[in-house]
């Protein structure tokens, strides 16, 4: 019974990367991309180790260890990459309609200089 729960658990963790993966092809931009791929790879994986944790139940500590490191680092390197790609944009000129960054970065900058 734990080999089917365990199953099916991975198996929805799988279709979170499949919908990631289609989500990399359909979204415009790199900000909406990284959106699609980092909230459902890191959902995917930790379904996915949390499957095969149930169904074997010796391997339990391991993957839940490694769906924690996943939840805290897939954020932070997606925000680390949005930041990058928000300051290669502006280099190249392109605009954005609302640059909520770009307007705090300048707020922070204008109270460094007071």
């Keep these: 019974m734990a080999e089917t729960i365990g199953a099916f658990i991975s198996l929805v963790g799988a279709a979170f990367f499949l919908l990631s993966s289609i989500g990399l092809l359909r979204m415009p931009d790199a900000f909406n991309r990284m959106q699609a791929g980092t909230k459902a790879t890191t959902l995917g994986s ?3 180790l949390v499957g ?12 839940l260890l490694l769906a924690a490191f ?3 680092t ?3 390197s997606s925000n680390a990459l949005a930041r990058a790609a ?3 944009r ?3 000129g392109a605009r954005m309609s ?3 960054l770009a307007e705090a970065d300048a707020r922070k900058e204008a109270d460094h200089v007071d």
């Design 46 to 48: 930790i379904l996915f």
């Design 52 to 63: 095969i944790g149930v169904m074997r139940p010796d391997y339990l500590g391991r993957t």
């Design 70 to 72: 996943i939840a805290l």
């Design 74 to 76: 897939n954020p932070v």
């Design 86 to 88: 928000h300051a290669y």
């Design 90 to 92: 502006s280099k190249i």
């Design 98 to 100: 609302h640059d909520a």
